[in-house]
């Protein structure tokens, strides 16, 4: 079972944990990116991210799917925040679950990471200062690699 979703709610994290595991899963992993209160030296205020839905949900979708296949995943869940966000809230959820924990781990992160660097979501900074700006907004090259390690499975 892999799902994937965009919503501007804040994101019920507890709920989302109780979709994990099976009966036959030993180890279940759960990630959550939190507004942080700085970046690169500047004092953060707040987030704001923008999607475009329809070609996130599609390349999501992908991911969650490779991950199944590269690490033996039996459930992802993953949630992204849109909106305004104040530093503490939870912008993106990711949990796994699995046989082993190796897995878990290098499942749980190729995930995070490949949202992070395939998706269509923009984030905009705002800082204490009254300034704000786009971040992570470079065009990232498909075929570059990630350190996710080899687990076998």
Not at 60 to 82: N, P, Q
Not at 93 to 103: I, L
Not at 128 to 152: A, F
Request: include cysteine; proline fraction near 1%; hydrophobic fraction near 35%.
């Amino acid at each position: 079972m892999i799902t994937f979703s965009i919503t501007d709610k804040e994101i019920d994290c507890a709920s989302l944990r109780e979709k994990l595991g099976t009966a036959e899963d030993g180890a279940i992993l759960v990630f959550e990116g939190v507004v942080r209160n700085h970046n690169e030296g500047k004092a953060v205020k707040s987030l704001f991210y923008e999607a475009c839905e329809s070609l996130a949900n599609a390349e999501a979708e992908r991911i969650m799917t490779e991950a199944v296949f590269k690490f033996g995943l039996s459930r992802i869940v993953c949630v992204h925040r849109t909106g305004h966000l104040k530093v503490g809230d939870v912008a993106v959820f990711v949990g796994v679950s699995t046989g082993h924990r190796s897995e878990a781990f290098a499942g749980c992160r190729y995930v995070i990471d490949e949202i992070k660097h395939r998706l269509p979501i923009w984030k905009k900074e705002h800082y204490q200062d009254g300034s704000h700006e786009w971040v992570n907004c470079s065009h990232h090259e498909h075929n570059s690699k990630h350190e996710h390690g080899e687990v076998s499975v």
